[in-house]
């Protein structure tokens, strides 16, 4: 009881010092079910969604949602086209060099291989990856892989279905239905573990908001408030706190 007063009153504080910026604006992919999507009305809609408006709720804060191209989501976030990227990003020391991270709200949880064929030999097969992900860099250090580069998810799945690639990685929770779904695409090989978690990222000068992020989680994993929403969105085998 004592953390959870004591969580309180230090999101009330942050909430307050970040209460100067009239409107956060979250950035987001849109285009990485269950993480992030865009829905049938044309609304951000996910896992994501659900978690940002409940902690924007919970620190006070007025959030407004914005999609940007993953291959470019960082740079614009360093020059202010938006405050937070919440979009499925893995915590990693690279990316944490560039800007900074929340703690986790997700555990980490494994990549996979998705391919049309059981046969395929994912040491030396062709295998796509979304461009700028830990994924990409996985397969790159796969001595005799050929990573082939897309700018979208779906192009990944895409290169799969067309044969132009042998295999695509990807986080497992992402693949996971597209192959339940396809009866022509199948989970692959081992799942590999990758990343730190995934968290929201932030501007390096933004502090006081890094902070009002941080106490909202805290408060949401104390209060239990966080796992069914993980369960909800990535179901009774996910990890969770």
């Not at 555990?107 to 062709?126: G, R």
């Not at 397969?139 to 799969?160: C, F, N």
Request: charged residues 25%.
């Amino acid at each position: 009881m004592n953390k959870l007063i004591l969580s309180a009153a230090a999101l009330a504080l942050t909430a307050g010092a970040a209460a100067s910026q009239d409107v956060v604006r979250m950035g987001t992919e849109g285009a990485y079910p269950p993480y992030n999507f865009i829905n049938d009305d044309g609304e951000v809609a996910g896992f994501e969604r659900e978690l940002g408006d409940e902690l924007c709720e919970r620190a006070g804060l007025t959030c407004e949602w914005v999609t940007n191209e993953w291959d470019s989501i960082i740079p614009n976030l360093v020059s202010g086209n938006y405050d937070t990227i919440i979009a499925g990003m893995s915590i990693t020391p690279e990316r944490d060099e560039v800007i900074d991270f929340t703690q986790a709200y997700i555990p980490p949880s494994p990549s996979a291989f998705l391919a049309a064929s059981e046969d395929i030999d994912l040491d030396t097969a062709v295998i796509a990856a979304q461009t700028g992900t830990i994924q990409a860099d996985h397969v790159a250090s796969m001595e005799g892989a050929t990573l082939v580069e897309y700018a979208t998810p779906d192009e990944t799945v895409a290169a799969v279905r067309n044969g132009e690639v042998d295999a695509v990685l990807a986080d497992k929770d992402f693949l996971a239905p597209v192959g339940e779904q396809d009866p022509a695409l199948m989970l692959v090989g081992e799942d590999v573990a990758l990343g730190g978690g995934i968290g929201l990222g932030v501007r390096e000068s933004d502090t006081e908001l890094k902070e009002t992020f941080d106490a909202a989680i805290t408060e949401m994993k104390e209060e239990g408030a966080l796992n069914p929403l993980i369960v909800k969105w990535f179901g009774d085998d996910a990890e969770t706190w």
